[in-house]
C-alpha cells in the first residue's frame, strides 16, 4: 500500500511503529500466533456459534418466523461468500494489519445494526406501508446478516489464519495445532458465554457489547500487533536468521523439500486450475456442508433414532474433544507428512462419520460416527491453515483463501436445507448424509492424482 501521500498513515502502518518486531527477545511470530487467534475468537459474532443464541430473542422482537429468519441467514451467509474473495484481495493488496482493522470495524458497525433491527423495520414499514411488513424485515435481517457474516466469519477469520500461515514455514502445522486448541474451546464455550451476556444485557445490550469488544479491541489490537508478514520487519519465517539458511546440509535440503512440497507462488487464477486446489477445497467444502447439517438437524437426526435431545446434544461434547485433541496431533504431525495423505485421511474419517451419523440407532454406528467426525474436525481444523500456503506460496494467498472460504461458505449455508430436504422427501435423513459420501470419491481421486 502507497502512503507516501500520506506521511501520518504512513507512519502509523510502518512495521516498526509503535515497536519493531526485530528488538523482541524471541521470534515475533509467537505474538502473531497469539493475537491471530484472539482474531478468529473475535469473529464469533459473525459464526453461527456466536448468532445462534440471539435466534429466540431476535424472532420475539422482529416478528419474523423461524422459517424466515433463517431465509435471512441463508441469504446473507450465501451472499458473502461470493464477495469474500474480494476480502482475500484486499488482505493481499493492503495487508494483513490494515484489512484486520477494517473487518474489525465492519463488524463492529453490523453489530449495532443488528442491535437495532426492530426499530429499522418499523421505521421502514411507516416509511414503505405499502410493503408487507415480513417483506421489510426480511430485507433488513438479510442485509445485517450479509455484512455480518462476511465481517465475521469471512474477512476476519481469513486473515487471521492467513497471517499466522505468513509468519512460519516449518512450524506452521505445530504452530496452528496450538492455536486449534484455543479455538475449539473458545467456539465451545461462546453460546453458554453468549447467552449469560443476553440473560445480563438483554440480546440488543449484549450485541451492543460485543460490537465496543469487537469493534474497538479488535481493531486497536490488529493495528497494535498484526504484520503482514515477516520479511517486512527484516525477520525470516519461523525465526531462522537468513545467514544460517545456507548451512542446512544437503540431506535436510532434501527433505524439507521432499516433507514440504509446494508448487510455486500461484495467482488465484492459475491456483483454481489445479486439482491440488480442487481436491482440498472439495474435502473442506464437503466437511463444512455435512457437518453444519447435522449441527443444525441434530435434535430432529437423534430423534428418529430413539435419542431424546439431551441425548443428542451430548454427541458434540466427545466429538468437540476429539476434535482438539486431533487437532493438536495433527499439526504437529502436517509439519513431517506430504500434505496428500492428510487430505486422503480426512476424506477416509469423513466417510466413515457421515455412515455411523446415519445409523445412529445403533451403539457401534454411534461411535463411529463420534470418531470419524471427531478426528476429521481436527484434520479439517489443520489444513483450513495450512494446505494453502504450503501449496501455493504467500504472494497471493487472500485472494486463494478467499476462493477457498466461498466454497466451504456455501457448503455450510446450503448444508441443514440439503438434509431436510432429504428427510422431507425420503423420509430420513439417512439417505442425505448417503448423498453427500458421494462427493468424497471425487475429492480423493483428485488428491490421488495431485503432484504434492
Given at each position: 500500500m502507497n502512503l507516501s501521500r500520506f506521511p501520518f498513515l504512513k507512519t502509523a502502518f510502518d512495521p516498526h511503529f509503535p515497536f519493531s518486531p526485530q528488538r523482541f527477545p524471541f521470534f515475533y511470530g509467537w505474538i502473531i500466533a497469539v493475537f491471530t487467534t484472539v482474531g478468529t475468537l473475535f469473529s464469533i459474532p459473525g459464526q453461527t456459534a456466536g448468532v445462534s443464541v440471539f435466534t429466540d430473542p431476535v424472532i420475539a422482537a422482529t416478528g419474523l418466523s423461524r422459517v424466515q429468519l433463517s431465509s435471512a441467514y441463508l441469504v446473507g451467509t450465501l451472499g458473502s461468500s461470493f464477495m469474500l474473495p474480494l476480502g482475500g484481495r484486499l488482505m493481499d493488496r493492503f495487508g494483513a494489519r490494515l484489512t484486520v482493522m477494517l473487518s474489525s470495524l465492519g463488524l463492529g458497525l453490523t453489530l449495532v445494526y443488528l442491535s437495532v433491527c426492530d426499530y429499522l423495520i418499523v421505521f421502514l414499514n411507516g416509511f414503505f406501508p405499502l410493503v408487507n411488513r415480513s417483506i421489510v424485515g426480511l430485507v433488513v435481517m438479510a442485509i445485517g446478516f450479509t455484512a455480518l457474516r462476511f465481517s465475521g466469519q469471512g474477512v476476519l477469520t481469513l486473515v487471521s489464519r492467513n497471517t499466522i500461515a505468513k509468519w512460519f514455514d516449518r512450524r506452521r502445522g505445530?504452530?496452528?495445532?496450538?492455536?486449534?486448541?484455543?479455538?475449539?474451546?473458545?467456539?465451545?464455550?461462546?453460546?453458554?458465554?453468549?447467552?449469560?451476556?443476553?440473560?445480563?444485557?438483554?440480546?440488543?445490550?449484549?450485541?451492543?457489547?460485543l460490537a465496543v469488544t469487537v469493534g474497538g479491541g479488535m481493531t486497536f489490537l490488529g493495528w497494535l500487533f498484526y504484520r503482514d508478514n515477516p520479511e517486512i520487519c527484516g525477520l525470516t519465517m519461523d525465526g531462522k536468521l537468513p545467514k544460517t539458511l545456507p548451512q542446512e546440509t544437503s540431506e535436510e535440503a532434501s527433505q524439507t523439500e521432499e516433507t514440504v512440497a509446494k508448487i510455486g507462488e500461484l495467482t488465484a487464477k492459475e491456483a483454481l486450475k489445479t486439482r491440488e486446489f480442487w481436491g482440498v477445497t472439495l474435502g473442506l467444502s464437503i466437511h463444512a456442508l455435512t457437518v453444519t447439517g447435522i449441527t443444525f438437524n441434530i435434535v430432529d437426526l437423534g430423534?428418529?433414532?430413539?435419542?431424546?435431545?439431551?441425548?443428542?446434544?451430548?454427541?458434540?461434547?466427545?466429538?468437540?474433544?476429539?476434535?482438539?485433541?486431533?487437532?493438536?496431533?495433527?499439526?504437529?504431525?502436517?509439519?513431517?507428512?506430504?500434505?496428500?495423505?492428510?487430505?486422503?485421511?480426512?476424506?477416509?474419517?469423513?466417510?466413515?462419520?457421515?455412515?455411523?451419523?446415519?445409523?445412529?440407532?445403533?451403539?457401534?454406528?454411534?461411535?463411529?460416527?463420534?470418531?470419524?467426525?471427531?478426528?476429521?474436525?481436527?484434520?479439517?481444523?489443520?489444513?483450513?491453515?495450512?494446505?494453502?500456503?504450503?501449496?501455493?506460496?504467500?504472494?497471493?494467498?487472500?485472494?486463494?483463501?478467499?476462493?477457498?472460504?466461498?466454497?466451504?461458505?456455501?457448503?455450510?449455508?446450503?448444508?441443514?436445507?440439503?438434509?431436510?430436504?432429504?428427510?422431507?422427501?425420503?423420509?430420513?435423513?439417512?439417505?442425505?448424509?448417503?448423498?453427500?459420501?458421494?462427493?468424497?470419491?471425487?475429492?480423493?481421486?483428485?488428491?490421488?492424482?495431485?503432484?504434492?
Open positions: 505445530f504452530v496452528s495445532g496450538i492455536a486449534n486448541v484455543f479455538i475449539s474451546f473458545g467456539f465451545s464455550a461462546a453460546p453458554l458465554i453468549l447467552s449469560f451476556w443476553i440473560d445480563g444485557f438483554g440480546w440488543r445490550g449484549a450485541w451492543l457489547a430423534a428418529q433414532s430413539g435419542l431424546n435431545e439431551q441425548e443428542a446434544v451430548g454427541l458434540f461434547l466427545p466429538i468437540g474433544i476429539l476434535s482438539t485433541i486431533t487437532g493438536f496431533l495433527v499439526g504437529v504431525i502436517s509439519d513431517r507428512v506430504r500434505l496428500k495423505w492428510l487430505v486422503v485421511t480426512l476424506l477416509l474419517l469423513q466417510f466413515a462419520g457421515f455412515v455411523g451419523m446415519a445409523n445412529l440407532a445403533l451403539l457401534p454406528w454411534r461411535l463411529l460416527g463420534i470418531i470419524g467426525l471427531g478426528t476429521s474436525g481436527g484434520f479439517f481444523a489443520t489444513l483450513t491453515i495450512v494446505a494453502l500456503p504450503r501449496l501455493f506460496g504467500r504472494t497471493h494467498l487472500g485472494a486463494i483463501g478467499g476462493m477457498q472460504m466461498t466454497s466451504m461458505v456455501v457448503g455450510s449455508a446450503i448444508g441443514p436445507s440439503l438434509l431436510a430436504l432429504f428427510k422431507d422427501t425420503f423420509g430420513s435423513y439417512q439417505s442425505g448424509l448417503y448423498a453427500c459420501c458421494l462427493f468424497l470419491p471425487i475429492a480423493l481421486i483428485l488428491t490421488l492424482l495431485s503432484r504434492e
